[in-house]
């Protein structure tokens, strides 16, 4: 079955505990992405890949890094978690580019207290 | 940077009405644009798309209207139902493979 795989789907840590949260798609993407949803601000873009060892931030970068060692993987790092990154994030990935359908994960909900 | 206004925030409709979620952006260089759909607690997943050499495209019972001068888009639901209850988002891209989405409005549809 095609899928965007997304673990964990919750998680509750504390503040500047370093975690990770990964991202798995088996359609043979070239395009990946990372976004958060917060209540009234709608999906917002944090990270984003057209490939291997390709990326470029979205449009709230700051506190995130990403990796894309391979194809089907585009996992998100917290490196040091604060409050206000509690939110929803999704992972999505397309054919080739955001000018495309987007398929997203399940959502992982995180909560840093 | 682009940005993408999304109203209402909330919409109301009776079973068998119409409705109408309107989206303006900024970037004029904006060439896709998607709508996708969010039940809740699930994920995004994307209803109709339309690009800008294109008007207009319907699917079923719902549409989406482009106007490239005025800088908007629409999507318009016919005789809703109970399902099309959800969470409504749009977004406008370019070439640079970035998405923006609006802030979603929630419908919900009244039996």
């Known amino acids: 079955e095609a899928q965007v795989t997304q673990n964990p789907r919750y998680l509750i840590t504390v503040t500047g505990k370093k975690l990770t949260v990964t991202c798995s798609q088996n359609?043979?993407?070239?395009?990946m992405s990372w976004y958060r949803q917060d209540p009234g601000l709608g999906l917002r873009q944090i990270y984003y890949s057209m490939n291997v060892e390709v990326t470029d931030k979205g449009d709230v970068p700051e506190g995130y890094k990403v990796s894309r060692k391979e194809k089907r993987n585009f996992p998100l790092i917290l490196e040091s978690p604060s409050p206000n990154q509690t939110s929803l994030y999704f992972c999505?990935?397309?054919?080739?580019?955001?000018?495309?359908?987007?398929?997203f994960g399940p959502g992982t909900r995180l909560l840093v207290l | 940077g682009e940005n993408v206004e999304q109203h209402p925030s909330t919409l109301s409709v009776q079973e068998g009405d119409s409705a109408v979620i309107k989206c303006t952006y900024s970037d004029s260089a904006s060439n896709y644009f998607p709508w996708y759909k969010q039940e809740l607690g699930k994920r995004p997943q994307l209803i109709i798309d339309?690009?800008?050499?294109?008007g207009e495209k319907k699917d079923q019972r719902i549409a989406v209207t482009l106007n490239k001068t005025a800088k908007h888009f629409s999507l318009h639901i016919t005789e809703t139902q109970p399902e099309d209850s959800a969470v409504y988002f749009c977004?406008?891209?370019?070439?640079?493979?970035?998405?923006?989405f609006g802030t979603g409005t929630r419908l919900q549809v009244f039996p």
């Open positions: 359609m043979n993407h070239e395009y």
């Open positions: 339309i690009r800008s050499n294109v």
């Open positions: 999505a990935s397309a054919w080739e580019g955001a000018g495309e359908t987007q398929y």
């Open positions: 977004a406008a891209g370019d070439n640079t493979d970035k998405l923006i």
